[in-house]
């Protein structure tokens, strides 16, 4: 008897570790799910980074092409003008006026070329972030969905673990289990660092220890009730012969 309720008491104990560790788990579910969208995100804000930089340099080479535009209209303006030209320190200042503005021309193309040759380099590595983000999309969802199976698979050993509780639990005498729930929950019953607790066998026999008089009472009463039963049949037995 008092072997019996030892052994269901340590099986509770471990059973209750085990349950205690599932909802653990279970509870880091959700940090874990926003650990893998947290890694997506910044994919995201990768790819985004990139699209803004190819824009800020799209708007800055089409106020190059607006410049170069007003360049050749004012070199137009100016060549037309030389029809009106009267002298010659005239004319060879038009001459130098142009020369300025063609200057500054070949300049403003100069920059929309390397604007243009940056918006290829940044498109490339548009393309590469969509490829990256496409791919730890993927991945993320792979990843959520096997947490959500873990999570149904943990759900479901909890709820079994919980019908195997309440089976051991009716085995163990009422008072010695009240003594195992003080124990557990008193603060200063010593508690591991990840939240578990160890009952050990030394302190489980602590606590049959404060029933062992009524229990060794119960198997006392036992034996006698088996003796008183024996001797019937023995009587039954010499009516016989």
């Known amino acids: ?16 570790t085990r349950i205690l560790e599932i909802g653990r788990s279970i509870n880091d579910i959700p940090r ?17 980074k990139t699209e803004q930089q190819r824009d800020a340099l799209e708007k800055k080479k089409r106020e190059k092409e607006r410049a170069l535009d007003d360049a050749n209209e004012k070199i137009v303006k100016l060549k037309s ?21 063609e200057r500054e021309r070949s300049l403003i193309e100069d920059e929309i070329i390397a604007l243009m040759v940056d918006a290829d380099s940044l498109q490339r590595q548009i393309r590469a972030a969509e490829d990256d983000f496409r791919k730890r999309m993927e991945e993320v969802e792979a990843r959520k969905k096997r947490i959500s199976e873990e999570q149904e698979r943990l759900e479901t050993h909890l709820l ?31 508690v591991n660092e990840d939240g578990t607790y160890n009952l050990s066998e030394t302190q489980a026999r602590a606590i049959l ?14 034996i006698t009730d088996e003796l008183e039963t024996l001797a019937g049949r023995i009587t039954d037995y010499l009516d016989i012969l």
């Open 1 to 16: 008897m008092v072997n019996a309720q030892l052994s269901h008491l340590i099986e509770l104990q471990e059973i209750d």
């Open 32 to 48: 874990r799910l926003r650990e893998a969208e947290s890694s997506l995100q910044s994919s995201h804000d990768a790819l985004k």
């Open 81 to 101: 003008r030389t029809g009106e030209i009267k002298t010659n320190k005239e004319y060879q200042a038009l001459l130098r006026e142009i020369e300025a503005v």
């Open 160 to 190: 079994s673990l919980q019908d195997t509780r309440k089976k051991i639990r009716s085995m163990i005498d009422g008072e010695i289990y009240d003594e195992y729930i003080q124990l557990i929950d008193d603060p200063s019953h010593r």
């Open 209 to 222: 220890d404060l029933r062992l008089q009524r229990l060794t009472a119960m198997g006392v009463k036992e």
